[in-house]
């Protein structure tokens, strides 16, 4: 009997040091890239977070950056899926996949990137996290680079020129926006936006400023039509796949939460910030002409795209999120982190 016990406890005891062995396993996640391996989002974002991952977790966590194991708007998918254990992405580009994150990307918001990824993620959390949008997946964050503003070929100099553009257009809000102008819209990820523009199939894109530069694409859309707080922007996430997530110690976890959310979301829109506004003054500097709508220009367009928040409004009520005091507070907190920064929200 009692050596019955004692083998038994032995058991028990090899057991337990395997499990605890298994769980101290370095875990090293499997990042499927499809941007350009110099994007200001891979070398002065996601790189630099994988760092402070690595250096949180003592190496017991690491991300390993791989080419692109699919299409730009199948990353979701694929990390949810374990063909990726982590990804960036763009929500934009699975319509009606995630509906609440539109709110962000409606009209005349913010221009500034920190203030608005920054009030989009406590709107996030408080109103729309429950709904659980990326189910099968651990959101680690999301965020705006700045606001979408028109950029078009020579010969636009005003809001009548738009009538029959051929526009780029990334996801649901800007193809409506579009509609709404009487563009003429044309889907497609960024990764052939330069095609399209270099080859005149489109006519122009909404897009942020850094972006026009960072695919060289201003040569072929040197005017920019501008609106308080852009007409829309882009809603952009990382998140990790559940079976890669639960793979990682409580303690690391605990790690890489302190470094995600609002901390990233605020470093990574600083990035974009910062960038954006250094592209602005080469663009200019490069020839590029600036139309800023105002008065009855303006009212004309804020008039037509108003009812697009109406019915982003009526689809996420659907959902069942008090989407008026989401928008609500959405808008108290743009004007409480700008103050929080010492900057215009626009």
Do not use: C
């Not at 110099?38 to 974002?45: E, F, R, V």
């Amino acid at each position: 009997m009692i050596r019955r016990n004692f083998i038994a406890a032995v058991s028990s005891l090899t057991l337990l040091a395997s499990a605890t062995s298994a769980l101290a396993e370095d875990v090293v996640l499997r990042f499927s890239n499809w941007l350009p391996p110099t994007h200001p989002i891979l070398t002065d974002m996601i790189e630099p977070w994988a760092a402070e991952v690595k250096a949180a977790t003592e190496g017991r966590v690491s991300v390993q950056i791989l080419p692109a194991l699919g299409a730009p708007g199948a990353h979701f998918d694929m990390v949810r899926n374990g063909v990726a254990d982590i990804a960036f992405g763009v929500h934009g580009y699975t319509p009606e996949r995630f509906k609440l994150t539109e709110m962000v990307e409606l009209p005349f918001t913010a221009e500034n990137a920190q203030v608005n990824s920054i009030a989009n993620w406590r709107t996030y959390q408080k109103y729309f996290m429950e709904a659980n949008e990326h189910e099968g997946t651990h959101l680690l964050g999301l965020w705006v680079p700045g606001s979408y503003q028109l950029f078009t070929r020579a010969g636009v100099e005003g809001v009548d020129d738009l009538d029959g553009l051929r526009i780029r257009v990334p996801g649901a809000i800007v193809e409506q926006i579009a509609t709404k102008l009487g563009l003429v819209s044309i889907s497609s990820p960024l990764t052939e936006a330069y095609d399209q523009i270099s080859r005149g199939i489109i006519d122009g894109m909404f897009q942020t400023y850094g972006t026009v530069l960072d695919f060289n694409m201003s040569e072929h859309m040197p005017v920019v039509m501008t609106v308080p707080g852009g007409f829309a922007a882009s809603s952009q996430f990382i998140v990790v796949g559940d079976a890669a997530w639960n793979r990682i110690s409580p303690e690391d976890q605990e790690a890489i939460n302190a470094l995600s959310g609002e901390a990233m979301v605020s470093k990574f829109a600083t990035v974009w910030q910062a960038h954006n506004a250094k592209a602005i003054d080469e663009l200019m500097a490069g020839g590029l002409t600036r139309i800023e709508l105002a008065g009855a220009d303006l009212d004309e367009m804020k008039e037509r795209l108003a009812p697009i928040w109406d019915q982003w409004t009526e689809d996420a009520k659907a959902k069942g999120v008090d989407a008026d005091a989401a928008v609500a507070f959405y808008q108290e907190q743009l004007d409480e982190v700008a103050e929080e920064l010492g900057v215009d929200r626009n």
